[in-house]
């Protein structure tokens, strides 16, 4: 039972254009959320998170939107830059599972020069 | 400040064997976590442990366990190794792993290969 999807393995765009990555969630008790990103041989590292009292949270190029009602949040990154491509995975947290975060399977967003 | 230590980087074995993983998190985090990523699963949370204390477990079998030294420096096991545990395993650490908006700081992760 995945209780994060991220639908599209993969995503390519092209540099300077917005890139939109997805996430949908199963679980109502989750209540915050964040974003990964994954270059390859190195662990993730924290890219930009959303509470789910707030349905917007920017940060620089970055902006993540909530819609609890449809249990679905995507990552905007205006405008894409090659340096982006990497795997970007959605992780969610809360109702009690403070100590662990589940993750989606992960996105590879290409950008091309 | 250092960040998350993660060794061996790299860990060949056998159908079997057992394997001993370790990680050393940032100084003053508390909080360490054990994550599996195989191809196609994405992240799946193995364990989390604070002050020498498992708090939270994920869904694997006995065969995968862990601990956590004073230190904070957490190591984990996994016996009779299958082929199906190879994987990149990933180690995480926070202050408390209890605030809702703490983040989680990864290691590079250990490439465990079972043959």
């Known amino acids: 039972d995945q209780q994060v999807k991220q639908n599209s393995p993969s995503l390519s765009v092209q540099e300077g254009r917005i890139s939109i990555l997805n996430c949908d969630y199963t679980?109502?008790?989750?209540?915050?959320f964040l974003w990964y990103k994954k270059y390859p041989a190195e662990g993730p590292t924290f890219l930009i998170s959303?509470?789910?009292?707030?349905d917007k949270n920017e940060d620089g190029r970055f902006t993540v939107f909530l819609n609890k009602s449809a249990k679905h949040l995507s990552l905007h990154i205006v405008p894409s830059q090659p340096g982006d491509s990497a795997v970007y995975f959605c992780?969610?947290?809360?109702?009690?599972?403070?100590?662990?975060?589940?993750f989606g399977k992960g996105t590879l967003l290409t950008v091309n020069p | 400040k250092a960040g998350v230590t993660q060794t061996p980087r790299y860990l060949i074995k056998t159908r079997g064997q057992q394997v001993t993983l370790s990680c050393s998190p940032i100084?003053?985090?508390?909080?360490v976590s054990w994550y599996q990523q195989t191809p196609g699963q994405g992240l799946q949370f193995l364990f989390e442990?604070?002050?020498?204390?498992?708090?939270n477990k994920g869904n694997f079998p006995g065969r995968f366990s862990g601990r956590q030294f004073s230190n904070s420096r957490s190591e984990m096991n996994v016996s009779t190794l299958e082929l199906g545990d190879s994987a990149l395993y990933l180690c995480?650490?926070?202050?408390?792993?209890?605030?809702?908006?703490?983040?989680?700081?990864f290691g590079s992760g250990t490439q465990l290969s079972v043959l």
């Open positions: 442990y604070f002050s020498e204390t498992q708090r």
């Open positions: 959303i509470s789910s009292i707030k």
């Open positions: 100084s003053g985090h508390r909080s």
């Open positions: 992780a969610a947290t809360g109702g009690g599972s403070n100590y662990k975060l589940t």
């Open positions: 679980n109502s008790m989750f209540d915050y």
């Open positions: 995480a650490s926070s202050f408390s792993g209890a605030a809702t908006n703490e983040k989680l700081f």
